[in-house]
């Protein structure tokens, strides 16, 4: 999902946050979908989504590997 300029990647991502329902029902839905393809990545957490971003970045994640998956519709 990079483009690359030279020696360096350029990354850039629409990040959508839904929170669905409310209270201790509430379901936030992240995903993300990259500038350059359109194509998106849904997330089951705030730690999945960083875990992924540091990957991108190159950087081995601090946590253990966690599942994401892909989703080309919307």
Known sequence: ???MTGETAYH???L???L???G???VLQ???ESAH???QVVFASIGDLIIFLE???GEEPAGAPAGCAKNDEE
Do not use: D, F
Request: charged letters at 15%; hydrophobic letters at 55%; zero cysteines.
């Open 37 to 39: 393809t359109r194509e």
């Open 24 to 26: 201790a029902a509430a």
């Open 20 to 22: 669905y329902g409310s």
């Open 1 to 3: 999902m990079a483009v």
């Open 55 to 57: 990957r991108q970045i």
């Open 30 to 32: 992240i995903t993300l």
């Open 16 to 18: 959508r946050l839904v």
């Open 12 to 14: 850039a991502y629409l």
